[in-house]
């Protein structure tokens, strides 16, 4: 029966169970006289029980009185079955517990508790403080018969553990050894004792990943050669005079690290970050180009029609007087163009290619593919990127996002990369006035939105869901018709959404763009990409339905030209994480800033997610606060690869076996030997 239970934890071998980590751990401070216990510890104290009484009224629960020399405390347990029938008046007990206030007298929440006997003199024997794992459980499984299972096995277990490191490398370091710290993190002797091993295991995390990404970074520059494309002077003059501004120091700053890139025949693997209206576009057409002037093609993919769509318009009109030939090729694009496209990629008269995930179909083959950029890299799953890199031999690979990643989580999900930050705006930029309300003021917000169409500015309104009925939410096109016939009734209102037709959709955005269309309702479709400068205000319905980076990306739609720009998110009763979301978007500006809040509400397995890298299973480490382990660790790791690409030294054979064990559906064999 236990070895069912165990087994709905995850728990099905002996191995499994050491590496079972507490959750948590209670810290008990000494026995101490009643009257010095302190709210807020874990206290435990002795004496005997002078009264009880079962209040039935709910909740319902069982108070017992302790008294010792000192003072009296109140025991209290809810719901407290059993409990009555083995306290009675008269026993002498020692109870830990929370200690709180309650009514004026000192209370020991859900104690735990031990009946002395009298008559073995145990009255009197005290205990020291100590701490106890607490562990995620279950009704049948209760975190202190798991705690129980692991104190009888731990001896056993713990000297079967391979260690990774030898001696000299932890004390360097400060660390504990593997075993030391596994029998450590389950049976701590002091909380000192417990965050070095909590410290020594997450370095032990923060290195197995680290020896992952550097693996495939070795493989990747030592694999297959990319293709050497000139960007020298004389190209990167060329692609500048067809840029009609000039760059910021920022753009200029990564574009010289992509120029050294592009002229090795090593491939480029770099991840471009930059905050919304930053200029990531511009310094992706700059590497394209440099493949074009070298006489072999680009493609840049994008998550959604919408984004491709954008990113087509945008490029075609930078090369409106080059020679450059350009296709857009997504799930939309079919019949005799889409056969004209596919052949001019096979064919080599099509230099550039734009669209979706449709660029990596069976059927679609270019002649000489020598850059990839892929847009919104967080969008396409592990498999999708690697197909678009893997499909065309060794292409330069730039991926960009607009969603900035601590550099912590950027080190630890996309460590095999070079990673560039813009983290500059263009001159003239200013950041977008923010505000949060709830819906009893919609009157009042679109009042205001008014007041900025009257100017002759333009807005944007976005759901989450596209009709009524929709998870119980107002809908795009229910608020469409709202705002036409009443609170907007004199301004031209437009609505999109993924469901219309392309043709429709690039119909309605450019009288958007010509100011043809005042508002435009829309759900996410208009998340990234799309580039209005004469909007100027975003209101967000239902904003506490939306993630951070989400909202971000969305109020990064507007302040983009000179104007004043605001942003309203509109909420009603929402969650505590809801709430910090909503006032993150309030207080900050920077999209560096809002990835931090956005790491500190949800988590880094929430922010990556599985799909995207795997590496949820982070039990130690904290990217927030361990920064100083993961560069210890990342240094360390490439330290190891540098000098045993393949692992295959006697000392790092346990090391090999962990990486194999963990990542061997990431990293093929071939890659490790």
């Known amino acids: 029966m236990r070895a069912g239970h165990l087994q709905g934890l995850g728990i099905k071998t002996c191995g499994d169970l050491l590496f079972y980590y507490p959750r948590d751990y209670l810290y008990y401070s000494a026995e101490k006289p009643i009257a010095e216990l302190r709210p807020g510890e874990m206290g435990t104290a002795k004496g005997r029980i002078i009264q009880t009484r079962l209040i039935k009224k709910r909740p319902v629960r069982f108070e017992a009185l302790l008294e010792d020399e000192s003072g009296r405390a109140v025991l209290t347990w809810f719901n407290p079955y059993g409990i009555s029938d083995k306290l009675q008046v008269g026993l002498t007990v020692r109870a830990t517990g929370k200690v709180t206030m309650f009514g004026?007298?000192?209370?020991?929440?859900?104690?735990?508790?031990?009946?002395?006997?009298?008559?073995?003199?145990?009255?009197?024997?005290?205990?020291?403080?100590?701490?106890?794992?607490?562990?995620?459980?279950?009704?049948?499984?209760?975190?202190?018969?798991?705690?129980?299972?692991?104190?009888?096995?731990?001896?056993?277990?713990?000297?079967?553990?391979?260690?990774?490191?030898?001696?000299?490398?932890l004390k360097e370091r400060g660390y504990l050894t593997r075993r030391d710290a596994l029998k450590a993190i389950h049976l701590p002797r002091t909380k000192k004792e417990a965050e070095k091993a909590r410290r020594t295991l997450a370095y032990h995390e923060f290195f197995l990943h680290q020896l992952a990404k550097a693996i495939k970074r070795y493989h990747q520059r030592t694999g297959q050669p990319a293709v050497i494309l000139r960007a020298d002077d004389v190209v990167d003059a060329r692609i500048h005079k067809l840029i009609p501004f000039a760059l910021t120091a920022a753009q200029e700053r990564v574009i010289q690290a992509i120029r050294k890139d592009l002229q090795s025949n090593k491939p480029m693997n770099r991840l471009l970050q930059g905050d919304v209206g930053s200029g990531k576009t511009v310094v992706a057409l700059y590497a394209m180009l440099a493949a074009v002037a070298t006489g072999h093609q680009a493609a840049l993919m994008a998550p959604t029609e919408i984004l491709a769509e954008q990113h087509f318009i945008t490029l075609q009109k930078f090369l409106e007087h080059a020679r450059v030939r350009t296709a857009i090729l997504t799930g939309s694009v079919g019949g005799k163009e889409r056969a004209a496209t596919l052949a001019g990629l096979l064919q080599g008269t099509i230099d550039l290619a734009i669209g979706t995930h449709a660029l990596i179909s069976d059927d679609v083959a270019f002649k000489s593919l020598a850059l990839n950029v892929i847009d919104e890299q967080h969008k396409f799953g592990v498999e999708q990127r690697a197909m678009i890199r893997g499909k065309h031999g060794a292409p330069h690979t730039l991926v960009m996002t607009a969603t900035p990643i601590p550099r912590t989580l950027a080190m630890?999900?996309?460590?095999?990369?070079?990673?560039?930050?813009?983290?500059?705006?263009?001159?003239?930029?200013?950041?977008?006035?923010?505000?949060?309300?709830?819906?009893?003021?919609?009157?009042?917000?679109?009042?205001?939105?008014?007041?900025?169409?009257?100017?002759?500015?333009?807005?944007?309104?976005?759901?989450p869901v596209i009709d009524e009925g929709e998870l119980e939410l107002r809908s795009a096109s229910q608020v469409q018709e709202e705002l036409q016939r009443d609170l907007l009734k004199d301004y031209r209102i437009g609505l999109l959404h993924g469901r219309i037709e392309r043709s429709m959709r690039q119909h309605i955005m450019e009288r958007f763009r010509q100011k043809l269309i005042d508002v435009l309702v829309a759900t996410t479709v208009i998340e990234v990409g799309v580039d209005v400068p004469n909007a100027t205000v975003m209101v967000v319905e239902h904003a506490d339905r939306f993630g951070l980076s989400q909202l971000h990306q969305l109020r990064g739609?507007?302040?983009?030209?000179?104007?004043?720009?605001?942003?309203?998110?509109?909420?009603?009763?929402?969650?505590?994480?809801?709430?910090?979301?909503?006032?993150?978007?309030?207080?900050?500006?920077?999209?560096f800033k809002i990835a931090e809040e956005d790491l500190k509400i949800r988590g880094m397995g929430e922010i990556i997610g599985t799909r995207q890298s795997g590496q949820t299973d982070m039990h130690f480490a904290d990217?927030?606060?361990?920064?100083?382990?993961?560069?210890?660790?990342?240094?360390?790791a490439f330290l190891t690869i540098k000098n045993d690409p393949r692992l295959l030294a006697p000392a790092n054979a346990s090391l090999r076996q962990a990486v194999l064990a963990r990542f061997g559906d990431t990293i093929s064999l071939a890659d490790v030997g």
């Open 104 to 169: 004026g007298r000192v209370q020991l929440a859900q104690p735990k508790f031990e009946v002395l006997d009298d008559a073995a003199e145990g009255v009197d024997d005290r205990i020291d403080s100590h701490i106890d794992a607490v562990y995620s459980a279950t009704l049948e499984l209760p975190t202190n018969v798991i705690a129980r299972i692991v104190r009888e096995h731990v001896a056993t277990l713990v000297p079967q553990v391979e260690e990774w490191f030898d001696a000299a490398h």
């Open 623 to 636: 990217l927030l606060f361990d920064t100083d382990l993961l560069m210890l660790a990342r240094r360390d």
């Open 412 to 463: 630890t999900a996309f460590g095999d990369l070079d990673v560039s930050v813009i983290d500059e705006l263009p001159p003239g930029r200013h950041p977008v006035v923010t505000r949060m309300t709830v819906a009893a003021n919609r009157d009042q917000v679109y009042q205001f939105v008014a007041g900025r169409l009257k100017e002759g500015e333009q807005a944007y309104v976005v759901l």
């Open 557 to 591: 739609r507007v302040g983009r030209s000179e104007k004043k720009s605001f942003c309203v998110l509109i909420a009603d009763q929402t969650t505590d994480d809801g709430i910090a979301r909503l006032q993150a978007m309030v207080k900050h500006a920077s999209g």
